[in-house]
């Protein structure tokens, strides 16, 4: 692993906690100042090259990449995770993404990018999620957009379990370990920190997509099959999460949640990472990845059964993709990660669209960018231009489904 953040202090914490031994001292890169919440001041001086301090970390950026890289025995792909609205997170971590793209051509990348909420802090949000839209659509391979709001949802609901009285499920009868929000054993930990139950859901995600190259299962996904399969054109490679069970009951003379209501639960916009509706909108192709005790006719019934409400494209009508890896998470007997290339997504992307031109159209903030060589008025407008492109795309493929596509009648012999 390779962290890297311009606020010196946040990396220190890590070299604080009990974690500190898991990662390699020589791969942190912080400094002092920071980014200021300003895309370009990393991003411009690093992909151009116009100032000493931008040359100096992409050189040091690109020694941490190739040291890690030689460690592998065998490299088949870069995770990176990173924010949209601040400025290390939008404007090192697509830096970050231009390096792995010159350097490493061959090599998928996958991004995950936690994009701002409507209440984000950050005023220039909209900018610097805008400037980095293009860089995931032109030289990621896959990402999978998170928002902040759907994760605060989701952490809400186990903490409010007790509510649900159609199931008579309590605090207490939750199953130590087994939510997808803790990280010591508790449903809530007091010790625990505001932010650590929704980091923890970011990195189950990334646990069960990586669970079929560390465990052995009778439907090992490769991680590249998930590009292949997932990502019809190069640029429309988006991909909705969901994640079920939440948790899981420590009496085990309770009713478990079945597996069917497990894969009912993945398609319900309650257990998404990004706030969005699939349903209403178009797929384009489908992952189930499980884990645990679970049978491939479990998993072709249930693809049976849900196929009628999902609303796929006609040229890849029967577009699923399953995994099965046979270790199941901590504290559950199952798991199940799907992920959906789906048209929902130009949703989340508009709003970020009419956001950014709120701010663009008065020309507000933007001093703070184009005082920096090498960034133009350009860059925006280019920036921009990308992402309404990237939503006509998706537009075109609703409006071409909505074109009733009628196939010749059978010959019928008497």
């Not at 993404?97 to 990348?109: G, S």
């Not at 009868?173 to 809530?188: M, W, Y």
């Not at 006509?392 to 009733?404: F, V």
């Amino acid at each position: 692993a390779v962290l890297v953040d311009m606020e010196e202090g946040v990396v220190n914490e890590l070299l604080n906690s009990p974690l500190r031994d898991i990662f390699d001292h020589k791969q942190l890169i912080t400094d002092v100042s920071g980014s200021g919440n300003n895309w370009q001041v990393i991003l411009i001086s690093l992909s151009i090259g116009h100032h000493f301090y931008g040359n100096q970390y992409r050189d040091k950026l690109m020694e941490v990449l190739r040291r890690a890289a030689e460690k592998c025995d065998c490299l088949q792909s870069f995770f990176m995770i990173h924010s949209m609205g601040g400025g290390t997170g939008s404007g090192v971590g697509t830096a970050i993404l231009n390096i792995l793209q010159d350097h490493y051509p061959t090599v998928y990348r996958f991004v995950t990018a936690v994009y701002p909420s409507l209440d984000d802090d950050v005023i220039t949000s909209p900018y610097n999620s805008i400037l980095a839209m293009k860089q995931l659509t032109d030289n990621a391979d896959c990402v999978m957009p998170i928002d902040n709001q759907s994760l605060i949802d989701i952490c809400n609901r186990i903490n409010n379990v007790s509510a649900t009285a159609t199931r008579g499920i309590t605090k207490k009868q939750i199953k130590a370990e087994s939510t997808i929000t803790a990280s010591h054993g508790d449903v809530k930990n007091k010790s625990s920190r505001p932010f650590d139950s929704m980091n923890n859901i970011v990195a189950n995600l990334l646990l069960n997509m990586t669970s079929s190259s560390r465990f052995e299962g009778s439907l090992n996904v490769d991680l590249n099959e998930i590009t292949m399969n997932l990502v019809p054109f190069p640029r429309l490679h988006y991909l909705i999460s969901s994640m079920t069970p939440l948790y899981a009951l420590a009496d085990v003379n309770l009713s478990m949640r079945r597996l069917d209501e497990m894969f009912s639960d993945a398609f319900s916009k309650d257990y998404q990472l990004i706030k969005a509706d699939p349903k209403r909108n178009l797929y384009l192709a489908c992952a189930l990845l499980v884990r645990g005790k679970v049978e491939i006719s479990d998993i072709r019934r249930n693809i049976k059964r849900i196929r009628p409400s999902l609303n796929f494209i006609h040229w890849n009508d029967d577009g699923w993709k399953t995994g099965l890896c046979s270790v199941p998470p901590v504290g559950q007997p199952y798991s199940l990660l799907t992920l959906s290339n789906n048209t929902c997504i130009k949703d989340t992307f508009s709003d970020i669209q009419q956001r950014f031109v709120k701010l663009y159209r008065r020309k507000a903030h933007l001093h703070h960018y184009l005082e920096v060589d090498g960034m133009e008025m350009a860059t925006f407008d280019n920036s921009i231009e990308s992402l309404n492109s990237l939503i006509d795309e998706y537009n075109s493929l609703e409006q071409t489904t909505r074109e009733i596509v009628t196939t010749p009648p059978r010959l019928k012999i008497a």
